[in-house]
């Protein structure tokens, strides 16, 4: 192990013990932080994508690398997974979406398609979520969420993100399937604290196929922190040990 390696091993140590004891000698036994699996969103710019770094009502704000720039809710979106610790956690009472193919692109879809199966229901076990498909063709660029939720403190100006993962074949090899996340964002509005919101939003995407298609929704602070829903995948309360380790190496002890 080199020295440096070794140094840093051990400050890390020092100060997860350090932490712990904190949260012992304070009689803590949970922080109140949740683990789960996140998306950082990036947003199509000219011909590249750039990470979003928060919203307004009007506008999304993404980095690219020179500075800020505003861009339009309706640009394309993709979507990179990542680890989130939050002591934000936002009830979800209700959650359905609608996938579809706008009237433009289903005149495309329905040369390819014609004469195929009808649509599908069907139940996304991993976020919890019911997904109805009713349209003939096979691809998708269209999704309608609605859902019921309530957060324990008002949030001012969130903003949400619908993911669509889907397995397409490896470019490079041709069989070994690797999965591709679509997105769009959209304006949520102020959460209040207690009150149930009912939303109905509407996502356009680039196209996707219905098949084996995964559906996700995000939801965001104003100034882009992800807020966990109860139905956040992989999601888990973290013990005061669990909360402090993760946080260093978060933090770059790691």
Same mark, same amino acid.
């Given at each position: 192990m080199r020295l440096r390696d070794f140094q840093l091993s051990l400050a890390l140590s020092v100060a997860l013990l350090a932490g712990i004891f904190l949260y012992r000698s304070l009689g803590v036994e949970s922080p109140g932080v949740y683990v789960f699996q996140g998306c950082a969103a990036r947003a199509k710019m000219?011909?590249?994508y750039f990470p979003v770094v928060r919203a307004n009502s009007r506008k999304i704000e993404v980095n690219t690398g020179k500075g800020l720039s505003r861009t339009s809710y309706k640009s394309p979106c993709i979507a990179e997974p990542r680890m989130v610790l939050t002591d934000r956690l936002v009830e979800v009472l209700e959650m359905k979406c609608h996938a579809s193919l706008n009237s433009e692109a289903r005149k495309r879809s329905a040369k390819r398609s014609s004469g195929r199966s009808g649509g599908r229901n069907a139940k996304e076990s991993e976020v919890r979520m019911e997904v109805d %498909?009713? /349209?003939?063709?096979?691809?998708?660029?269209? !999704?309608? $969420? &609605?859902?019921? *939720?309530? &957060?324990?403190?008002? *949030?001012?100006?969130?903003?949400? $993100? $619908? %993911? !669509?993962?889907? /397995?397409?074949?490896?470019?490079?090899?041709? &069989? !070994?399937?690797?999965?591709k996340r679509i997105a769009a964002a959209h304006y949520v509005g102020d959460l209040l604290e207690g009150e149930i919101m009912d939303l109905g939003l509407d996502f356009s995407l680039t196209e996707f196929p219905f098949e084996n298609a995964r559906y996700s929704f995000h939801l965001y602070s104003k100034n882009g922190e992800e807020m966990a829903l109860t139905n956040s995948s992989g999601l888990r309360e973290l013990s005061a040990e669990e909360y402090v380790e993760l946080k260093l190496r978060l933090e770059g002890f790691q």
């Open positions: 000219g011909k590249a %498909v009713s /349209d003939r063709a096979r691809m998708g660029n269209s !999704v309608h $969420l &609605s859902c019921k *939720i309530r &957060s324990p403190e008002g *949030i001012p100006e969130a903003y949400g $993100l $619908l %993911v !669509v993962a889907f /397995d397409r074949p490896d470019p490079n090899t041709g &069989s !070994v399937p690797v999965t």
